[in-house]
């Protein structure tokens, strides 16, 4: 099914899914965009390139409280967070990242214990994808087509969407998407040149390159594995890196969290919080012992990770291209060039 | 108007010579990153990497960052531009290195650029110097006839509220934050090990970017940098969420120095204002 | 959301042994509060648990007891941290009986008891590192098990007789016959009438042949590092010795990425590997 809407009207949908539930959409902060829950339907903008931030937060919050509890007290007398969560739409995720869900429902939602937070998050979402404007320019972190993701993929979303000159075309997925799309009335009837100009907006999208080398993740994994003793390679490699969290806060693949109880005046949340293998007391012991002391040894933690370990444990690249480490890298960091370079090393 | 190549040029050369000759065992400056507005911080530590460094305008990086990274005694040779010197002489007042140790190319710039926004920073988030203040070897023209940005000026509105005004609006910007710490690691000053932010006992701040613990992390950074802060801007422009962190800097360093009569990092036979006591300091301090 | 991973179970203090003269290991006996959480809570010899305190945190320890003993559950713990302050351990310690936290478990792999079975075991253990150690030599000795594997020979060493874990447990060995306990201390006192030198010295006079043969060996670093040695010059194979590793640990369950050995986590695939499994990890620990 496809449906179309003005632009301009992009408010009124936004009104809509806001009664069935829980809207994250994009909107404008001071210099960038990012996703938030919209409680004007006004705010919903879509004149953006991507996010500052993942949309990963949808699923996988900064801070997940787990449980509620007063210091020294039974344990029966704590209160766990229970997720009753309304129908939720998370609104103009661009195609790589949507692509970043799979990855990490690997981690969470497949293997071993499965993660109640996420699961429940995931399931009560319905992803509207959106195809990156293919008559702009790329930007040049980006890198998406280096692990096969395309500016237009569908692929993942349960409605995707294209802009069409002042309009959006909204296109059913998934049956979840289908059984939505249905019920928007907001949203006029497509014609058959809509329908054209869909098909050949995906077809495009295959042509509108970003950054490119060819990596397969077998080969990346094992090339990476064979340099880990390569302290020259990874020195240089660090030599800028000021061991900040930002790109690890800003990619839509990175999952490390801390466990923390917080406590004022007695009371207490333990909850979990996003953490960072860049930063120093990452892997600090109760001991004093800590295997990742140089910066360097934590950067090749970090690139290892997603391009040798999660494909030693899951079988794929943990990395969605979106270029947001290495826009956000307050030192120009750029993990497509260590890659390339560990190509060659 | 700064000749950006030529700079690039003398860098090299310098750079080339000081290796060859083994005056230095590294070259703090700047290199290519994977494209042209994206330089980045760079090491050249062989005669071989000189040919990777670059200087363009958007070379902004305090590379006294990187001077507590080496060991004690390493001899180093370093690029600086006006706060980066300012940077420089602040940690040789702190005693963190040794001036002997060092060799400083001094960069007279203006007109940088912040990649990220393409924005001129010159005085809004830095010092607004353009000649460096300490410099072995200048690598081009000093800017002169040039009246220099006021560093404090860009205070106006901010100091034009009110107490409460100004809670609020701390509140806001630092709810912002994420937690990242790339302003510290970006600071030049912040080389505490542990910082105070990362003990667990006792545990300052909670872990979440929430208040109070963004509150915490953020008031005390700021109030370990009064009289430290050599206003080079590079917590802000690392800030991913653009907390405007150089008003409170700046605010403080000028307090600081309408009441000490002295500029953090101007002098290397300075000491570091809140070490050193003075009979006729101002007791302002303790109103 | 039955069945959260991330929240503890609560169990009571029933019982404290104060094991060393210096006071900061003690072993805490836990019953569980809700018979549920007992039945599910199965485990063998080699895993471990979070042992939770809220307002302080949790922290991963080996489990002590063995699946053998019916009713309860028990870790023994040290009061840890010179750099990074224990808080959980701590305040476990100023806990008394009848006290109540929560445990999360059991997690992790365990000693491998069907590649043991049938095979002469030698447990090596160093100090404090002998809890999980324990458990299997428990679970070994137990009359429905014993006959399940050969010969089993313990060398276990402290520094002083003063740091020796589970006194009475040790002294009980020694009057069976079958189970060779060879017990060690760095430097004895004046009371002390066994054994006096390092464990790796003590392996290679004591150490059995390597034939159909497993050591399983827990210590301080530095007693692993002299110690392997005298097990690869025994003939022993990498396949043939297995230890316990440690990394610092959140979530237990695989899910918090910290610790992570190269693409194993030692949480979940571990902590319990062979020196052949080691050395395909990168040297990151």
Redesign the interface.
């Known amino acids: 099914m496809l449906k179309k809407t003005a632009i301009e009207n992009i408010s009124q949908l936004a009104a809509v899914l806001m009664e069935k539930g829980t809207l994250l959409a994009p909107v404008k902060e001071v210099s960038c965009h990012n996703f938030a829950e919209i409680s004007d339907p006004q705010k919903v903008d879509l004149k953006f390139y991507n996010t500052l931030m993942s949309p990963k937060s949808a699923f996988f919050p900064h801070r997940e409280d787990f449980v509620k509890y007063k210091v020294g007290k039974p344990l029966s007398e704590a209160e766990h967070t229970i997720l009753n969560l309304k129908p939720a739409f998370l609104f103009g995720v661009r195609p790589c990242d949507v692509k970043s869900f799979e990855i990490m429902d690997i981690h969470f939602n497949a293997a071993g214990i499965i993660d109640p937070y996420w699961r429940a998050r995931r399931e009560a979402t319905t992803i509207f994808g959106y195809a990156y404007d293919i008559n702009q320019p790329v930007d040049s972190a980006d890198f998406y087509n280096t692990l096969g993701i395309y500016a237009a993929d569908p692929e993942g979303s349960d409605i995707f969407m294209v802009k069409k000159d002042k309009e959006l075309l909204l296109k059913s997925i998934t049956p979840k998407g289908e059984k939505l799309l249905a019920e928007l009335s907001a949203l006029e009837k497509a014609s058959s040149g809509d329908e054209k100009y869909y098909e050949d907006y995906i077809k495009k999208g295959k042509d509108y390159k970003t950054r490119f080398t060819c990596v397969d993740s077998e080969v990346i994994a094992k090339k990476i594995e064979s340099i880990f003793d390569n302290t020259d390679f990874w020195t240089k490699m660090s030599a800028a890196c000021l061991s900040c969290g930002i790109c690890t806060f800003s990619c839509p693949n990175c999952y490390c969290f801390d466990i923390c109880d917080d406590t004022l005046f007695g009371k207490g949340t333990r909850s979990r919080v996003w953490d960072a293998c860049m930063f120093t007391d990452f892997t600090l012991e109760a001991s004093g012992h800590n295997p990742r002391t140089q910066v360097y040894q934590r950067l090749r933690q970090k690139v290892s990770h997603k391009y040798s370990y999660h494909v030693r444990k899951y079988g794929v690249i943990s990395c969605v291209g979106c270029g947001r480490c290495t826009r956000q890298c307050p030192v120009n960091i750029d993990i497509y060039s260590i890659i390339e370079a560990a190509l060659k090393a | 108007m700064t000749d950006f190549k030529k700079i690039e040029e003398n860098l090299k050369t310098e750079a080339g010579r000081l290796l060859k000759e083994g005056l230095v065992t590294v070259v703090l400056s700047y290199?290519k990153?994977?494209?042209e507005?994206?330089?980045?911080?760079?090491?050249a530590k062989t005669i071989a990497d000189v040919e990777n460094i670059v200087f363009n305008q958007y070379c902004n990086?305090n590379m006294a960052?990187y001077l507590v990274r080496y060991p004690q005694g390493t001899k180093i040779a370093i690029a600086v531009k006006a706060a980066d010197s300012r940077a420089v002489i602040q940690l040789i007042q702190e005693e963190k290195v040794k001036r002997e140790n060092l060799v400083i190319l001094g960069i007279p710039v203006q007109g940088m650029k912040n990649?990220?926004?393409g924005e001129v920073i010159d005085s809004k988030t830095t010092c607004g110097l353009y000649n460096p203040v300490l410099y072995d070897i200048l690598l081009g023209e000093e800017v002169h006839g040039q009246k220099n940005a006021l560093p404090y000026e860009v205070l106006a509105e901010y100091e034009a509220m009110d107490k409460d005004a100004r809670w609020e609006f701390w509140e806001k910007e630092l709810n912002k934050c994420?937690?990242?710490?790339?302003c510290?690691?970006?600071c030049p000053m912040c080389y505490c090990d542990?910082c105070f932010i990362?003990q667990?006992?006792p545990k300052w701040a909670?872990?979440?970017?929430?208040s109070p613990g963004n509150m915490m992390y953020h008031l005390t950074r700021f109030h370990h940098l009064a009289g430290r802060c050599i206003d080079c801007g590079?917590c802000s422009?690392?800030c991913?969420?653009?907390i405007p962190l150089y008003l409170f800097h700046k605010k403080v360093a000028k307090e600081c120095e309408e009441m000490f009569n002295q500029k953090a990092g101007m002098s290397i036979e300075d000491k570091p204002v809140l070490v050193d006591f003075r009979v006729e300091d101002s007791d302002k301090i303790l109103e | 959301m039955s069945n959260n991973p991330y929240i503890p179970m609560p169990v009571q203090i029933a019982k404290i042994i104060d094991e060393v003269d210096t006071h900061d290991i003690k072993t805490f006996r836990f019953a569980f509060l809700n018979k549920e959480d007992e039945k599910n809570f199965k485990y063998m010899p080699g895993q471990f648990a979070e042992l939770s305190i809220y307002g302080k945190g949790e922290s991963p320890i080996g489990i002590a007891s063995s699946p053998t003993q019916q009713g309860f559950v028990e870790f023994t713990v040290q009061r840890a941290g010179t750099v990074v302050p224990g808080l959980v351990t701590s305040a476990l310690h100023d806990m008394s009986e009848g006290g109540e936290i929560g445990i999360r478990g059991p997690m992790g792999n365990s000693w491998p008891i069907e590649f043991l079975e049938k095979k002469n075991i030698v447990v090596v253990g160093g100090g404090f590192a002998f809890t999980t150690l324990r458990s299997l030599i428990n679970y070994m000795l137990h009359k429905d098990n014993r006959s399940r594997f050969g010969e089993i020979t313990v060398i276990y060493g402290a520094r002083t007789p003063g740091l020796l874990l589970y006194k009475d447990e040790l002294a009980a060995w020694e009057t069976r016959d079958d189970i060779k306990s060879v017990i060690t201390v760095d430097k004895g006192d004046d009371n002390w009438k066994g054994r006096q030198g390092f464990v790796p010295a003590v392996c290679k006079e004591v150490a059995p042949s390597p034939k159909n043969t497993v050591a399983v060996i827990c210590g301080p670093p530095i007693m692993i590092k002299f110690t392997l040695p005298v097990f690869f010059d025994l003939g022993f194979s990498k396949e043939n010795i297995l230890t316990s590793l440690e990394m610092r640990m959140k979530c237990g369950i695989g899910k918090c990425g910290r610790c992570n050995v190269g693409s194993k986590y030692v949480c979940n695939d571990g902590p319990v590997f062979s020196l052949a499994e080691l050395e395909e990890l990168p040297r990151d620990f």
């Open positions: 290199g990153g994977f494209d507005n994206h330089p980045m911080p760079y090491a990086y960052r990649p990220k926004t994420i937690r990242c710490y790339a510290r690691k970006a542990p990362d667990s006992k909670d872990k979440a970017p929430q590079e422009r690392a991913p969420v653009d």
